[in-house]
Structures are given as structure tokens and as C-alpha cells.
């Protein structure tokens, strides 16, 4: 009996890419065979690239033991394989305009640039300063995105914009917190207009 579980799946228009709980990842194609590989460590994120006919014809593929696995598509065969420090592969993104160069986000906010073309294979940018929910790139900036908040970063490691995100839900709890005690104050001032006067009585013994 089969009990694995989807853990991740990507679609594109050749086919769907998923991953399972046991490490296994299987190309599903629109039309054609199905192909299956497994890795060492299950799949936390998956990124799918384009080659020269249009076509998607390259993944990558991060895991919760650091590593970063490129496969060929359809064939899921190994190009290259690369590991960096800071525990779950969080996001990855491509450096366009470069040959098979990746930035890649950690789960302790580590921030690496992998690829044949960097020095080493693995080069560590910077540090963010919280687990990483996704990083992308905007021209020359670095946009990392962790749980409501987003800072921009450029390649040295230095901020160059922030957005609090949970600022705007803190004011709106503010005022809704000021709306409720204001409803609350005017139905008891209601109330007790309603109520009958209580006059003192003489008491006879």
C-alpha cells in the first residue's frame, strides 16, 4: 500500500513536478512516461527554469538538509548539486543574465549565491535578521520577504528599504479595540437612562 504524501508540486505546461514525504520527487508529464528520482533529504522548495527553446527544461530543488539539487527536465537526471549552511532550503531564485548562478534563503536567514560560476561553488552574502518566507530579485536589489515584514537588501548585505508589515494590523487592533469600548460605553450609558428612578422612602416603625 502506497502512503506517501505530496509535500510540494510545481505545473508547468509540460508536465507537473512533485515532491513527496519519503524524498522522492516524480515528473508527471502532460504527454509521455513519468519519471522518478529520489534524494537524500525531502524537498522544501522547488523552482522550475526555462532553456532556450521556451521550454522548462531545468529544476531546482531545495531540501531540508541544506542542499540545492539541479535536475534535467524531463529526464530528472543530476547536473549539479550544491550545500550551504543554515539548515531548510526556504526559497530560491535564478540570477538572470548569468549561467546557472542561484541565490538561495535558509531557515536561520542565511542568504548564499551558488553556482559553477561563483568562487568555491557556495558564496554566504549576509545574514537576515529572521527565518526568510521567500527572497526574489528586483535589478541589483534583493527583496526578502519574512512571515509580514519585507526588507530590501543590495548584494553587500546592507538595507536599503524595510516595510513593517505588522505596523498596519497593530493600528487597525488599536482602533477596533477603541470602537468596541466606545459601543460598550454608549450601551451602558443606555441602560442606565432606561432604568426607573429609585427614590429614598421613609421608613414607619
Not at 12 to 26: F, Q
Not at 58 to 85: H, W, Y
Not at 174 to 189: D, G, P
Request: glycine fraction near 10%; aromatic fraction near 6%; include cysteine.
Amino acid at each position: 500500500m502506497n502512503n506517501r504524501v505530496v509535500i510540494r508540486s510545481l505545473v508547468t505546461p509540460e508536465g507537473c513536478l512533485v515532491a513527496m514525504d519519503d524524498g522522492a520527487i516524480v515528473w508527471r508529464p502532460t504527454h509521455g512516461t513519468r519519471t522518478q528520482i529520489k534524494l537524500d533529504a525531502i524537498a522544501t522548495v522547488l523552482l522550475a527554469l526555462k532553456g532556450p527553446t521556451g521550454c522548462y527544461d531545468i529544476t531546482a530543488i531545495g531540501d531540508s538538509n541544506g542542499g540545492i539539487t539541479l535536475l534535467s527536465l524531463p529526464r530528472l537526471e543530476e547536473i549539479e548539486k550544491f550545500s550551504i549552511g543554515g539548515g531548510i532550503v526556504r526559497s530560491i531564485t535564478a540570477v538572470q543574465d548569468t549561467l546557472g548562478k542561484y541565490l538561495a534563503a535558509t531557515q536561520d536567514g542565511s542568504v548564499w549565491v551558488i553556482g559553477t560560476e561563483v568562487p568555491g561553488r557556495t558564496l554566504h552574502l549576509f545574514t537576515h535578521s529572521s527565518p526568510i518566507t521567500s527572497l526574489r530579485l528586483l535589478g541589483d536589489k534583493i527583496l526578502i520577504q519574512s512571515g509580514w515584514n519585507r526588507q530590501t537588501y543590495d548584494w553587500t548585505g546592507t538595507t536599503t528599504d524595510e516595510f513593517d508589515g505588522q505596523r498596519q494590523f497593530k493600528v487597525k487592533a488599536k482602533n477596533r479595540a477603541n470602537r468596541r469600548a466606545r459601543i460598550l460605553e454608549s450601551e451602558q450609558r443606555r441602560i442606565q437612562k432606561n432604568q426607573p428612578l429609585m427614590l429614598d422612602l421613609p421608613a414607619f416603625g
